[in-house]
Protein backbone atom coordinates (compact mmCIF):
# COMPACT_ATOMS: atom_id res chain seq x y z
CA UNK A 1 0.00 0.00 0.00
CA UNK A 2 1.41 3.11 -1.35
CA UNK A 3 -0.12 5.76 0.97
CA UNK A 4 1.46 9.90 0.45
CA UNK A 5 1.74 12.51 3.15
CA UNK A 6 3.20 13.01 6.68
CA UNK A 7 2.91 11.22 9.74
CA UNK A 8 2.19 12.25 13.47
CA UNK A 9 5.39 12.49 14.37
CA UNK A 10 7.10 14.09 11.48
CA UNK A 11 4.20 16.92 11.77
CA UNK A 12 4.79 17.01 15.56
CA UNK A 13 8.72 17.54 15.19
CA UNK A 14 7.75 20.26 12.98
CA UNK A 15 5.75 22.00 14.73
CA UNK A 16 8.42 22.27 17.58
CA UNK A 17 10.77 23.49 15.37
CA UNK A 18 8.42 26.33 13.94
CA UNK A 19 7.80 26.82 17.67
CA UNK A 20 11.30 27.37 18.69
CA UNK A 21 11.78 29.47 15.96
CA UNK A 22 8.62 31.89 16.85
CA UNK A 23 9.80 31.76 20.25
CA UNK A 24 13.37 33.49 19.38
CA UNK A 25 11.66 35.81 17.17
CA UNK A 26 9.12 36.96 19.53
CA UNK A 27 12.09 37.88 21.97
CA UNK A 28 14.21 39.38 19.06
CA UNK A 29 11.18 41.85 19.01
CA UNK A 30 11.37 42.51 22.91
CA UNK A 31 15.22 43.25 22.62
CA UNK A 32 14.36 45.57 20.27
CA UNK A 33 11.99 47.57 21.74
CA UNK A 34 14.06 47.80 24.56
CA UNK A 35 16.72 48.83 23.16
CA UNK A 36 14.22 51.46 20.98
CA UNK A 37 12.72 53.05 24.80
CA UNK A 38 16.52 53.50 25.68
CA UNK A 39 17.83 55.35 22.61
CA UNK A 40 14.03 57.36 22.83
CA UNK A 41 15.10 58.21 26.56
CA UNK A 42 18.80 58.84 25.82
CA UNK A 43 17.43 61.32 22.90
CA UNK A 44 14.96 63.38 25.54
CA UNK A 45 17.65 63.16 27.94
CA UNK A 46 20.05 64.69 26.13
CA UNK A 47 17.91 67.50 24.62
CA UNK A 48 16.92 68.47 28.35
CA UNK A 49 20.54 68.66 29.32
CA UNK A 50 21.84 71.11 26.19
CA UNK A 51 18.81 73.28 26.36
CA UNK A 52 19.56 73.44 30.17
CA UNK A 53 22.93 74.07 29.22
CA UNK A 54 22.36 76.69 26.61
CA UNK A 55 20.07 78.77 29.43
CA UNK A 56 23.24 78.41 31.51
CA UNK A 57 25.46 79.91 29.34
CA UNK A 58 22.95 82.89 27.89
CA UNK A 59 23.37 84.55 32.06
CA UNK A 60 25.28 86.65 33.44
CA UNK A 61 28.34 84.77 35.36
CA UNK A 62 26.83 86.12 38.98
CA UNK A 63 23.55 84.78 38.11
CA UNK A 64 22.25 82.36 40.90
CA UNK A 65 22.08 79.48 38.61
CA UNK A 66 25.60 79.84 38.33
CA UNK A 67 26.73 79.78 41.72
CA UNK A 68 28.60 76.94 43.43
CA UNK A 69 26.36 76.60 46.33
CA UNK A 70 28.27 73.52 47.39
CA UNK A 71 31.71 73.69 47.08
CA UNK A 72 32.73 70.42 48.95
CA UNK A 73 31.63 68.39 45.86
CA UNK A 74 33.53 70.31 43.41
CA UNK A 75 36.31 67.41 43.50
CA UNK A 76 33.02 65.34 41.74
CA UNK A 77 31.11 67.11 39.72
CA UNK A 78 31.39 65.08 36.66
CA UNK A 79 30.20 61.46 38.90
CA UNK A 80 27.01 60.88 40.39
CA UNK A 81 28.46 57.84 41.53
CA UNK A 82 30.62 59.54 44.29
CA UNK A 83 28.79 60.22 47.88
CA UNK A 84 30.27 63.93 47.93
CA UNK A 85 28.58 64.95 44.56
CA UNK A 86 25.80 65.64 47.11
CA UNK A 87 24.14 67.55 47.20
CA UNK A 88 24.09 68.70 43.87
CA UNK A 89 24.71 72.75 43.33
CA UNK A 90 21.15 73.20 41.78
CA UNK A 91 17.67 71.11 41.19
CA UNK A 92 15.16 72.37 38.24
CA UNK A 93 12.22 73.39 40.38
CA UNK A 94 10.26 71.30 38.49
CA UNK A 95 11.27 68.22 38.51
CA UNK A 96 10.51 65.43 37.76
CA UNK A 97 10.03 67.14 34.54
CA UNK A 98 8.45 65.75 31.00
CA UNK A 99 10.06 65.91 27.60
CA UNK A 100 9.74 69.09 27.21
CA UNK A 101 11.12 70.46 30.24
CA UNK A 102 7.52 70.66 31.38
CA UNK A 103 5.34 69.62 34.51
CA UNK A 104 2.43 68.20 32.78
CA UNK A 105 2.18 64.55 31.35
CA UNK A 106 4.26 61.85 32.25
CA UNK A 107 7.33 63.45 34.26
CA UNK A 108 9.98 61.07 34.04
CA UNK A 109 12.99 62.82 34.22
CA UNK A 110 15.00 64.92 36.74
CA UNK A 111 17.35 68.08 35.77
CA UNK A 112 19.99 69.09 38.14
CA UNK A 113 23.61 71.00 37.49
CA UNK A 114 26.93 71.53 39.26
CA UNK A 115 29.18 74.74 39.60
CA UNK A 116 32.69 74.31 40.15
CA UNK A 117 33.94 78.24 40.94
CA UNK A 118 37.41 79.60 39.42
CA UNK A 119 37.55 76.31 37.52
CA UNK A 120 40.04 75.61 35.15
CA UNK A 121 40.81 79.57 35.40
CA UNK A 122 39.86 82.39 38.08
CA UNK A 123 36.87 83.64 37.02
CA UNK A 124 35.85 80.81 34.73
CA UNK A 125 33.04 78.77 35.78
CA UNK A 126 32.41 74.57 35.35
CA UNK A 127 29.02 73.86 34.33
CA UNK A 128 27.90 70.16 34.67
CA UNK A 129 24.18 69.26 33.49
CA UNK A 130 23.11 66.28 34.38
CA UNK A 131 19.71 64.43 33.15
CA UNK A 132 18.15 61.31 35.09
CA UNK A 133 15.68 58.36 34.11
CA UNK A 134 14.40 55.25 35.07
CA UNK A 135 13.90 53.43 38.00
CA UNK A 136 15.59 54.73 41.47
CA UNK A 137 19.04 53.47 42.31
CA UNK A 138 19.77 53.65 46.08
CA UNK A 139 23.17 53.90 45.28
CA UNK A 140 23.02 57.34 43.72
CA UNK A 141 21.05 58.87 46.33
CA UNK A 142 17.75 57.04 44.67
CA UNK A 143 17.86 58.94 41.51
CA UNK A 144 17.17 57.31 38.34
CA UNK A 145 19.73 54.47 37.51
CA UNK A 146 20.11 56.31 33.81
CA UNK A 147 21.58 59.43 33.07
CA UNK A 148 23.10 61.62 30.61
CA UNK A 149 25.66 64.76 31.16
CA UNK A 150 26.68 67.40 29.25
CA UNK A 151 29.66 70.19 30.35
CA UNK A 152 30.84 73.50 29.55
CA UNK A 153 32.71 76.03 30.64
CA UNK A 154 31.49 79.50 31.31
CA UNK A 155 33.85 82.74 31.72
CA UNK A 156 33.89 86.47 32.42
CA UNK A 157 36.14 89.17 31.56
Do not use: C
Not at 62 to 74: E, G, R
Amino acid sequence: MNQKGFTLIEVMIAIVILSVGLLALAQMQIFAMNGNLFASNMTVASTLAQDKLEELKGVILDDPDLMDTNPANNGSIFDPRIASFYPPDHEDPNNPINESGGTTGLRRYTRLWNIADDTPTERAKTVVVFVFWGSPNPANNNLPQHYVSVSTIVGGE
